[in-house]
C-alpha cells in the first residue's frame, strides 16, 4: 500500500530508500496490510510510521504493478495507493528512508513502476 502526500503547492512527498530493495531510489511511501487490518487502518498507521504524520482523510487512487521487481528476481507485488486528503503535522522521513523531498517532475533514480503511475494518474511530470 502507497501513501500519496499532496502539496498542490509543493507537489508530491517522495522519500529516499535507506533500505533494500531498491536503496537510494526514490519511492513513494508505503508498507503492508497486516491480515484483518481494515485498509483506512493501514493507512494512517504506514503514514505514521512512514512520515510521521496523522492522516485524517484519504482515498483510494489506484493500484500500482511492479514488474521490475519480478524480472529482477524479486517478487510480483501488487500495491493500493491512496492519496491523503487531509493531516495533521510536517511530514519527515521516519522509517527505511534517508530523506524526504516534495517533487512537481519524477526525480532522477526514481523507482521503476511508481514513475509510470505517477506520470500516468497526472500526480507528476516527465522529467
Known amino acids: 500500500m502507497e501513501v500519496l502526500l499532496i502539496d498542490k503547492q509543493k507537489g508530491i512527498y517522495l522519500t529516499k530508500r535507506s533500505i533494500e530493495p531498491c536503496k537510494d531510489q526514490w519511492h513513494l511511501p508505503g508498507g503492508t496490510v497486516y491480515f484483518g487490518e481494515q485498509i483506512q487502518d493501514a493507512v ?43 493531516h495533521k503535522g510536517i511530514p519527515k522521513p521516519v522509517a527505511e528512508a534517508s530523506k524526504g523531498e516534495w517533487f512537481k517532475s519524477i526525480p532522477p533514480k526514481m523507482h521503476a513502476d511508481q514513475d509510470e503511475f505517477l506520470v500516468n494518474s497526472g500526480y507528476l511530470a516527465k522529467p
Open 44 to 86: 494512517k498507521r504506514v503514514a505514521q510510521k512512514e512520515l510521521g504524520i496523522e492522516v485524517t482523510s484519504s482515498h483510494f487512487v489506484g493500484y500500482i504493478e511492479y514488474p521490475s521487481h519480478y524480472e529482477n528476481g524479486l517478487d510480483s507485488p501488487v500495491s493500493l495507493a491512496f492519496e491523503v486528503d487531509g
